[in-house]
């Protein structure tokens, strides 16, 4: 079925009790009111698409931290079409301008899995990254390399957006092209997404890099793509990611990132984290999410064949959307 002009469904057709699905719309009103689209697929079908603020299907909206689960995919990419080793090709092999000092031996064994499963040391505290410093720096990527293999030991979780953007830019290293241009080529296009376009940063305060004036994907002043951040999506196409994950990397008969791929990154673990992938197992139903900052989010749900895409408006502690999900679409 192609997914172009993306076909719509009556709830009960999809196993979707209509009653409980029309009390998420004042739910989402009263109580999660800084989400400004939401599109539910079951089966393939949209069965529920809502936007808020003024918004509507074709405005995109800055999606945080979900661009680290898009990072992901890119790498699975990178890896199956021989840009890459592996997996376990250490982080430095694409820096190889960047002199460690000679007392971090462990900087030099971190490899390209520590960095997707938040496994690599850094010197901050868990949760305290202090990234307004690395958005500071002329050069964010030795800032990071200098930063990496510091305090803690390898393997344990720490999760770390300025990791996320060393992987954006081993993914230029390796193929010649920014996230931005490697993710149009062979994800976003493939799959009946927006391709991305290119927009210079004036500048890179905080309204370039997070606020009101960000577009398109967000560079750092070397040009690579924000690893961590910065990407700007619609909520349709949050959930042809999500659907693309769903049926195990293939759209319309192309396989688009190999199934493995996605089974390693969404495989259950003790930290509840994949490769760049959020885990979640919750009275025997799996699920596995792309959460930012704000609640955006891209939840898939396999069992009930089911992906939640929310684009959502940044404030502080927003209300977490798993007990919204799970209520109102994972219940029934």
């Known amino acids: 079925m192609q997914r172009n002009d993306w076909p719509t469904a009556e709830p009960a057709a999809l196993g979707i009790d209509a009653d409980k699905l029309s009390e998420l719309d004042p739910k989402i009103k009263s109580e999660y009111s800084n989400i400004n689209g939401i599109v539910v697929v079951r089966n393939g079908y949209i069965a529920y698409e809502r936007y808020y603020h003024g918004y509507g299907p074709n405005d995109t909206h800055h999606v945080a931290s979900v661009t680290k689960s898009i990072m992901s995919a890119l790498i699975g990419i990178a890896i199956h079409a021989g840009y890459i ?13 960047y002199v460690p000092g000679p007392y971090n031996k462990q900087k030099q064994d971190i490899t390209l899995r520590h960095l997707l499963t938040m496994t690599a040391p850094y010197p901050f505290e868990d949760w305290h990254e202090p990234l307004d410093k690395m958005c500071m720096q002329p050069d964010w990527i030795t800032y990071t390399l200098d930063m990496l293999g510091q305090g803690g030991t ?20 390796s193929t010649g092209k920014s996230a931005r241009e490697f993710a149009n080529e062979h994800l976003f296009k493939s799959i009946g997404m927006k391709e991305i376009p290119y927009y210079g940063m004036k500048s890179f305060g905080f309204d370039d890099l997070f606020g009101k004036n960000m577009k398109g994907w967000v560079n750092d002043p070397d040009g690579n793509s924000t690893g961590g951040w910065g990407l700007t999506l619609t909520p349709r196409d949050m959930a ?40 979640c197992d919750e009275a025997g139903v799996f699920s596995y999410s792309a959460l930012g900052d704000g609640g ?37």
């Not at 390898?154 to 290293?173: E, N, P, W």
Request: aromatic share 14%.
């Open 154 to 173: 390898i393997g344990t979780f720490k999760y770390s957006t300025a990791g996320a953007h060393l992987l954006s830019a081993i993914i230029t290293r």
């Open 296 to 332: 955006n989010v891209i939840c898939c749900v396999p069992e009930k064949n089911l992906i939640v895409a929310i684009a959502s408006e940044f404030i502080m502690n927003a209300r977490d959307r798993w007990q919204l999900i799970k209520e109102y679409l994972v219940s029934q």
């Open 85 to 97: 080793k592996s997996v376990d090709q250490n982080a430095l092999d694409f820096f190889p301008e």
């Open 240 to 279: 042809r990611f999500g659907y693309l994950y769903l049926n195990h990397g293939t759209w319309n008969n192309q396989k688009i990132i190999p199934e493995s791929w996605i089974d390693e990154s969404t495989k259950m673990n003790a930290n509840n984290y994949g490769y760049l992938w959020w885990l």
